[in-house]
Nanobody, 121 residues
Framework: VQLQASGGGLVQAGDSLRLSCAAS????????MGWFRQAPGKEREFVGY???????FYVDSVKGRFTISRDNAKNAVYLQMNSLKPEDTAVYYC????????????????WGQGTQVTVSS
């Protein structure tokens, strides 16, 4: 599976952005898809995931603001980010996992290249 993340940019606090992750491969629908982010000088952290059944889980800091969705017909997963805050500034990565959905980076088998999100105050 190859993943290509896009949609990042520079926005102001309170704005919204929608990130996309396009995946190759015929078995996309069977993968759990996760979003992670890495802020400057910090470790990469879990943001949320959607598993193959559509179940979603988010880190507390983005609950109520971020929404993950997937379109298996398009081999794509999305991260809708609303009410963005400066602390959301990071490079955002999508990742695919053949097993059960997980919040651990090490469980993911495939990674996209990342897309930069910068939120100004």
């Amino acid at each position: 599976v190859q993943l290509q993340a896009s949609g990042g940019g520079l926005v102001q606090a309170g704005d919204s952005l929608r990130l996309s992750c396009a995946a190759s491969g015929r078995t996309f629908s069977s993968y759990a898809m996760g979003w992670f982010r890495q802020a400057p000088g910090k470790e990469r952290e879990f943001v949320g995931y959607v598993n193959w059944t559509g179940y979603k889980f988010y880190v507390d800091s983005v609950k109520g603001r971020f929404t993950i969705s997937r379109d298996n017909a398009k081999n794509a997963v999305y991260l809708q980010m609303n009410s963005l805050k400066p602390e959301d500034t990071a490079v955002y990565y999508c990742a695919a996992h053949r097993g059960a959905a997980s919040d651990r980076m090490g469980d993911y088998d495939y990674w996209g290249q990342g897309t930069q999100v910068t939120v100004s105050s």
